[in-house]
């Protein structure tokens, strides 16, 4: 008796009726080809926009309550959760145990794939058991097709701690919709090679983890505006980024707010409030934390408008 694929009827598995003959088309006609498919992406990931928008609101109220961010995948899932687990501390100032992610096979398999490993449902479970998720936690699963092994075993063993659950997906049919907080699914359809979920699901994943972590890093205060008040200043580049926040915010001169900085510690929040308030640094820090580290409150004025004047003057 013959078996079928459980995979075969999988849209992310599909044969793309556009690109049937791509290995005969010129460089520009990929390309072109590529970009119409992108164009019926960006309309998937658009239908979803009001469920991306709860995640956003459903990881701002765990942050907010002491709660962790967890991504757990496999592939270039996995992947897409560890680059944006790891861009969290530098771009809003995050603990490195705030956000984290999850990789089928560790950290071996970002660079090196190790086939196989996503397929270990029991394996999951124990990753995810090992971070000791709480129901002040929100774990949100990654998994293209919808049907990863090792993705289900994570989550199921986070939902028996009582974490919230989103689940990222690109088969709006997936069964795991009963089981989760929230499904976020772009129905991107088959992909221009066939199987290859680093492409349209990838992107389109890409694109909904963007805005559930930036929406979700705005809410709790991590920006003022739409300026980087939260950055870390490991490097020149950054710390110049530092120094020009603080000239737009304040008026202050490049060099002057360079000595702002240091007296600061290099705290840009810091430096903010002691020159719009007069405070010292330890007082302007105790000021920030009773605004819940949000700088629109503990200095009482909008950046919006300084900036509109800085652009039109630009302009």
């Known amino acids: ?28 006609d990929i390309v072109e080809g590529m970009l119409n498919e992108d164009r019926k992406m960006l309309a998937a990931v658009q239908r979803e926009k009001d469920r991306i928008a709860v995640g956003v609101e459903i990881i701002t109220q765990a942050l907010r309550h002491g709660g962790r961010l967890v991504f757990v995948g496999a592939g270039t899932s996995g992947r897409l959760g560890v680059v944006e687990s790891a861009e969290m501390p530098p771009t809003f100032g995050t603990s490195p145990d705030l956000v984290l992610a999850i990789m089928a096979g560790g950290k071996d398999a970002i660079l090196h794939p190790k086939e196989g490993v996503e397929d270990n449902y029991e394996e999951g479970a124990r990753s995810i058991n090992r971070l000791r998720p709480t129901k002040k936690d929100v774990v949100i699963g990654v998994s293209a097709s919808g049907m990863t092994p090792f993705v289900r075993g994570a989550l199921t063993r986070a939902r028996c701690a009582g974490s919230k659950i989103i689940f990222v997906t690109c088969d709006p049919r997936t069964e795991l919709q009963t089981f989760v907080d929230l499904t976020i699914a772009p129905a991107v359809g088959p992909e221009v090679i066939a199987g290859s ?3 349209k699901a990838g992107t389109a994943t890409k694109i909904v983890l963007n805005m559930l972590t ?8 991590k920006t003022y505006g739409n300026l980087m008040v939260d950055v870390q200043t490991g490097s020149e580049k950054l710390r110049d980024r530092a120094r020009r926040i603080i000239t737009i ?14 007296q600061a510690h290099w705290n840009v929040k810091a430096a903010i409030v002691m020159k719009k308030t007069g405070l010292g640094y330890p007082k302007a820090v105790a000021r920030l934390r009773k605004a819940h580290d949000v700088v629109r409150d503990a200095i009482g004025e909008d950046v919006e408008a300084r900036l509109k004047e800085l652009l039109h003057t630009a302009g």
Do not use: H, Q
């Open 1 to 28: 008796m013959s078996v079928r694929s459980k995979w075969e009827s999988l849209p992310t598995e599909a044969i793309n009726p556009s690109t049937l003959g791509i290995d005969k088309l010129s460089p520009e």
């Open 197 to 199: 979920t680093r492409l």
């Open 214 to 221: 930036t929406g979700a890093m705005v809410r709790i205060g």
């Open 249 to 262: 915010v304040t008026g202050l001169e490049y060099d002057d707010a360079d000595k702002l900085l240091r």
